[in-house]
């Protein structure tokens, strides 16, 4: 089974800053991580997607890397900005008879205030 | 290009009622997958259907059923609603949803379910 943990599960910061969300997954056997965004109540808008072979992810101020090996996501965003406050989620697919279900971490809730 | 597309986007039911939500996929996606979205319980996948077959289900009762047609536009229907159903449901679609398949998922908006 797999489980994916966010940590943490809330942040907030002042405008500018640099800041690191993490997501862990128990089965290193990923087909992907794809990292999310949802603002309140609304459905998710995809930021990057990270093949297994792939260590890193790129596009604009975000960054997303990815260790297998060790089970580790995380998302970098540089600069950050009022805008950016949303609920992050990552999620992983597992390779085999469930490829085509995501897993979900529970997310982390941004505030970036100006 | 159109993305994915929920309707209705609200909805307010009876306890006992059933409901059918439905979501048309980005044209080409041929696999879609259906999510239940609560506070407490956070994102849980319901089942995912690839050419009108349903290939995975999630942990939820016999109540929730899904569909695929043709075109690849999917319904899904809850019946005997329960309070505990209420939530924001998200559908999804992938261009395979397999092998071979770098595009990842498109989420739709949601459809809003609220049992009173």
């Known amino acids: 089974k797999q489980e994916v943990t966010q940590i943490p599960a809330a942040l907030s910061v002042p405008e500018g800053e640099n800041l690191v969300l993490n997501c862990s997954f128990t089965?290193?056997?990923?087909?992907?991580l794809q990292w999310f965004r949802q603002d309140p109540g609304k459905g998710l808008t995809s930021l990057l997607l990270?093949?297994?072979?792939?260590r890193e992810q790129t596009s604009g101020r975000l960054n997303a890397s990815l260790d297998k090996s060790s089970g580790r996501s995380t998302l970098y965003i540089a600069a950050s900005q009022p805008g950016d406050s949303a609920t992050y989620l990552c999620a992983v697919r597992r390779r085999g008879s469930t490829l085509g279900r995501l897993y979900f971490g529970r997310g982390t809730q941004l505030t970036v205030w100006p | 290009k159109a993305g994915v597309t929920q309707t209705p986007r609200y909805l307010i039911k009876t306890r006992g009622q059933q409901v059918t939500l439905s979501c048309s996929p980005i044209s080409g996606h041929r696999s879609v997958s259906w999510y239940q979205q609560t506070p407490g319980q956070g994102l849980q996948f319901l089942f995912e259907?690839?050419?009108?077959?349903?290939?995975n289900k999630g942990n939820f009762p016999g109540r929730f059923s899904g569909r695929q047609f043709s075109n690849s536009r999917s319904e899904m229907n809850v019946s005997t609603l329960e309070l505990g159903d209420s939530a924001l449901y998200l559908c999804a679609s992938s261009l395979a949803g397999g092998q071979g398949d770098i595009y990842g998922y498109t989420f739709g908006s949601g459809t809003r379910l609220t049992v009173v």
């Open positions: 259907y690839f050419s009108e077959t349903q290939r």
């Open positions: 990270i093949q297994s072979s792939q």
């Open positions: 089965d290193s056997a990923i087909y992907n």
